[in-house]
């Protein structure tokens, strides 16, 4: 229907009574309507819920993951004073003390580390940096560095360079 039609005649009763009434905008809130309605069309569904399930999820981990770390530090911290308490080694089979009437007997030579072996470090470092045994340092005597005289690369010619 044209609002706009100037032929007020063509109208019935009925029509002449719908056009006559208007909107009462008392008690209206067009902003408040509208977010009513933007809420009403939306449906309720599990999406909403990921943020927060995953925001719990990851704080409970974190939580379980500093408890097991804070477990094991006290573990690691309860073996390392184990290890530096560590009673001393017995004695194994003890010789017997040489009698009266037999020829005495040489004392047994302990090997002696080498210098710069495994375990002469490790028993200086025990027993700290005094203690480190002293080597003899041998000096070279000074070559012609190889720099100073590089070989002479020739197109065709095959070098020592790059034959085993």
Request: aromatic share 4%; no cysteine; charged share 25%.
């Amino acid at each position: 229907m044209d609002t706009h039609s100037n032929h007020s005649e063509d109208l019935t009763a009925l029509e002449r009574r719908l056009t006559s009434w208007e909107p009462a905008s008392a008690g209206l809130d067009a902003d408040a309507m509208l977010f009513a309605a933007g809420r009403a069309s939306v449906r309720p569904s599990l999406a909403r819920l990921t943020w927060p399930t995953l925001t719990v999820l990851m704080g409970a981990l974190s939580i379980v993951l500093g408890l097991w770390l804070a477990d094991e530090r006290s573990d690691r911290l309860a073996l390392a004073l184990q290890l530096r308490e560590r009673p001393p080694m017995p004695v194994v089979n003890p010789s017997p003390p040489p009698a009266a009437n037999s020829a005495p007997e040489e004392t047994p030579q302990t090997d002696e580390l080498p210098p710069d072996g495994y375990l002469a470090s490790r028993r200086a470092l025990e027993q700290g940096l005094d203690a480190w045994p002293i080597r003899a340092v041998v000096r070279a005597e000074p070559t012609e560095p190889s720099f100073m005289n590089p070989p002479i690369l020739r197109l065709g010619q095959r070098d020592a360079l790059l034959e085993p």
